[in-house]
């Protein structure tokens, strides 16, 4: 598989969430019918944004940085490899598990209403698993590029892994932040709020798949 | 419990209440009956409410439960508006499932309204004992879903009496309806319990108190009523942190603090409490409670006061006075948040307030039927035992349903002669008014008694909503 295809993956998965009401829109939607303001409008979608890049900043960047090795702890390409095929399984598990059980974790219900960045922050590390998932790609993106650039420093390694990781994450919530943006201020000065019984579909199947394919993905490429 | 993989949200999730009264009218209704003298079983009365039907205002099924004693009262559906939401993590759920408890017995029944509404079939009995056991609460009463799931409130704590430690919610899973557990993680002072609500967005809880077991199982008791020990208080409570923020006692003379209606539209911080009666002078009162700054208030807003009888009509209990209290046993609120309907039981009266002014209710209109003294027609022309008691709104506003008994053993001490199960309707104007329907009445035979009314998608005491209309 292509870098070119693994990028598009993400884009088209920050899109997908961009769209799903409530990962994407559908509390600035909410906040927009209360205030009438655009401004409410992009601060609740980037604060729904925002708390998704967090949550896979916090994962992926640890793990790229692991991955190019601490002084005193370089773990071996082969162990790398089996981590990266086993998450890879263990995605294939959880999606089949998303599909027979689609809920979030119950703790995630008892975030207040307003706090909008914590509960996406922590759907995004549960439920959306938007960092896990990424989690093969990255560990064989990396071992790519140490074996282009196997002369680097360990510091530089280090550099290039973690932009890596922070550049992954970014290019799946951007698109998240302008997808669901532009809902949003449709359902806003156009729809109503009522567009989500008509067109909302269940996403969360078409999520449960995309866990399956990436883990599919993440083995064969392992 | 099954729960077919849905693609869509259910067609009855309404974003907001404005959506939920433009929605398709109801087309059947479920009345919940009490076998009065606890000899048979109780029973879920299936109501034809489409009125293309030629079965139209008749009981058309009746579910007849397993188990004798467990007298049904309040019930809900197991998902709705505030449990479909979107962002509640369940958004794909059906609303499918009644949860209908014996407040007497505690058993809980899970009823399956599909695949035919028409027929209901019980798809799983949670027994007493597992209920007692798992939630420390007894004598299950109000049934919401919301966001953690089903929350249930009981009248009764541990105890053969259900007296020997507070009464509280419970929250039940909304798909394997397993008991998850007590709701509360701080309680403050509350110990008794009856109603509760609440502000999703705002992300508070209200609830209000009877009185514990020993003071209504029996029937009510007099001296407990003047001494002023039912309940006066109003609890408002963290929805989300599960814990008491505020109590409001209302003074003791107002006994029996019940039902509580917030706005339906979410941006009003305001609601209504029914009170059943003052014990210095035997009126009926209405509160509306706000929160403001940050705190919580409350004010009485409307009384009505007794009505004057010749004891010679009067049951043992309300002799002594020459008077009939109102007895609000009974407030619901239309989802337009403009009309507020009060049962008073004891005079037969129904009446409906203009609250577009939540703190100046307005008398808009009233309908009078039964009554302790007063033994009002039904304009059909019928007996109407009991009076209005337990209401029901449409979505739309437009129709206004309830039956006639409170609870089995008020139901002998208040009209001694009996009060078989009735359902009666009315029709509401646009700018305000209404008036009983002279061809909408329902028997239920003279051993069932018919307490709460649900309807079909969704009805006025049900619904709460996560977004604003405008």
Redesign the interface.
Known sequence: MNETALWLTAVFMGIYQGLNPPIGWLRAAGRGLETRSERAILQSTGSLAFGHFLSMVVLLVPVAILVAGLPGLVIPMGVLMRAAWLISFGLIGFGIYKLIRPHHPRFIVRIKPDQVLRWSFWMGLTHCGSAVMMVPMLINLTMVSAMAGFSDSATQRMISDATLALTMSAAMTVPLFLTGSVVALAVTRRFGIGAITRYWINLDLGWAAMFILMGIMGVAMG | MSNA?????D?T????AR?AMEAARETIGYVALLSKDKTKPDALAVIDLDPASARFGTMINKLVLPYVGDELHHYGWSACSSSLC???????SERRYLVLPGIRSSRIYIIDTKPDPRAPHIAKIIEPDEVKRKTGYSRPHTVHCG??GVYISTLGGKGIDGDESPAGVFILDC?SFDIRGQWEIDRGDQFAHYDFWWN????YMVSSEWGLPPLFENGVVPEALMGGKYGHKLHFWDL???RHIQSIDLGSNHQMALEVRPAHEP?KDYGFLGVVIDNTNLEGSIWTWWREGGTFHAKKTAIIPPEAADPALLPDLLKPFGAVPPLITDIDLSLDDRFLYVACWGTGELRQYDVSDPFAPKLAGSVRVGGIAARAKHPSGAEFQGGPQMLEISRDGKRVYFTNSLYSTWDSQFYPADVPGQMAMCHTDAAGGFRLDPDFRIEFGASYGAHQIRLEGGDCSTESF???S?
């Open positions: 993989l849905q693609m869509k949200p067609p999730f309404y974003p907001t959506l979107p962002t509640s993590g369940h958004a794909f966001p953690e798909d999703m967005p705002h992300d989300r942190g599960r941006t996560c977004f604003a405008t």
